[in-house]
């Protein structure tokens, strides 16, 4: 039994069957779904932490390229493992495979634990960062600002709001959940910028303000009111469009 045998039956060994209908909701992903955890998934993953870096790129590939949702997630979790190597290289070699991403999880682990880790340490790639946030693939916007979670956590939340300044407006709600988060997140580390930034763009949409202000109570009466309000928008909308 070669390498990927192995792993896909250490897979179907702790696939739960009943977990099926609650992964396809959560995940809405595009891909089959077999009903494994994340915990099992990372329990898998240990076993293949001390590969060759070029080995390890070879089975994220063979992994990455499934049609099983959590085959490609344990490629994720595989390479999470390796963050003392990851590289510019790495970056690239990402980068590349990034169509093949399509769910709002797999676009997560990459953004916040790998893109970011090399994004902090690499600060020239900032200037493909701001290309990402402007990529015609929504996913590629969301991982944009969410790679920038790193950088929140080391008190760095510029480039956050610059690319929060269009992302806020997205018309994906993927994007809109994204730029809310890593706004919520920024304001942990300084509450005032980020609260004043909010009240500049109040307008924003509504799930990127919801998300943003989510831990900001003296914020309550004003997401209280602009939810009213974009309830009222929402029907007056519907009324006019027939709906």
């Keep these: 039994m070669n390498e990927i045998e192995e792993i896909k039956k250490k897979l179907r060994e ?12 959560i995940l809405a992903t595009p891909f089959e779904v077999i ?5 099992d998934s990372r329990e898998i993953a240990k076993g293949y932490k001390n590969l060759n870096i070029y080995d390890m790129y070879n089975l994220f590939d063979e992994l990455w390229d499934s049609n099983i949702h959590e085959e ?9 493992q390796y963050k003392k190597q990851f590289s510019v290289e790495t ?35 900032m200037s493909e960062i701001k290309e990402m946030a402007n990529s ?3 996913w590629e916007r969301r991982l944009a600002i969410e790679s920038t979670m790193k ?8 480039l956050t709001l610059r690319l929060a300044e269009n ?7 993927y994007v809109q959940k994204g730029a809310g988060w890593m706004l919520r997140e920024a304001g942990k580390k300084n509450r005032a910028v980020i ?44 009324v006019e469009n027939g709906n």
Aim: charged share 35%; proline share 3%; glycine share 2%.
């Design 35 to 39: 009903g494994i955890m994340t915990p």
């Design 167 to 173: 992302l806020i407006y997205d018309d994906n709600t």
């Design 151 to 158: 950088m929140i956590k080391k008190n760095k939340i510029e």
């Design 72 to 80: 490609k997630s344990l490629a994720i979790h595989i390479l999470q």
């Design 195 to 238: 609260k004043d930034f909010i009240l500049m763009h109040i307008d924003m949409k509504p799930i990127a303000f919801s998300y943003a202000t989510e831990k900001m109570t003296e914020l309550r009466k004003i997401r209280k009111e602009k939810s009213r309000d974009d309830f009222k928008k929402e029907k007056l909308f519907e």
């Design 91 to 125: 970056w690239k070699f990402l980068k590349q495979r990034l169509d093949k991403a399509k769910t709002w999880d797999h676009i997560d682990y990459l953004a916040t634990d790998i893109f970011g880790e090399i994004l902090l340490n690499n600060l020239f790639l």
């Design 14 to 25: 702790k696939a739960k069957p009943e977990k099926i209908p609650f992964l396809k909701m």
């Design 136 to 138: 015609r693939n929504f």
